[in-house]
């Protein structure tokens, strides 16, 4: 079965969104141009920037439909990384840690209105 190893976000601004993404995925660039650049995710996945207003065929949507989700291993470290994105311009958080029955969570919102969730997972009980 193949896996997707590209994720599009459509973005107003893609050097100011670069700069940002840069900072929340704590890597560089392997391509940028004033309307599109890539970030490597992890291994095998990169995450792609475009210029909304460049994209052909036009989309559909406006940008900020969607939600990019990063797990840590534990709470020391989502909220560590939660205090590092909170001190980035062009971050809103629009929640606030919480659990949850899949997990402890956080969101924040780019400029776009792109959702980034951290994410400590439930620990899930195996049947035997």
Not at 13 to 19: E, I, K, M, Q, R
């Amino acid at each position: 079965m193949k896996t997707p190893d590209l994720i599009i976000l459509y973005v107003r601004d893609v050097p100011a969104s670069l700069a940002l993404y840069s900072a929340l995925l704590r890597t560089q660039p392997v391509e940028s141009t004033p309307g599109f650049a890539l970030l490597p995710f992890r291994e095998g996945v990169m995450v792609g920037l475009w210029q909304a207003n460049a994209v052909k065929p036009a989309p559909s949507s406006v940008p900020g439909g969607f939600e990019l989700c990063l797990h840590e291993p534990n709470e020391e470290a989502l909220l560590a990384r939660y205090g590092e994105w909170r001190a980035l311009a062009g971050v809103e958080t629009e929640e606030e840690p919480i659990q949850r029955e899949f997990g402890l969570g956080v969101v924040v919102r780019d400029r776009d209105g792109n959702r980034l969730r951290l994410l400590v997972a439930a620990q899930q009980e195996v049947a035997a």
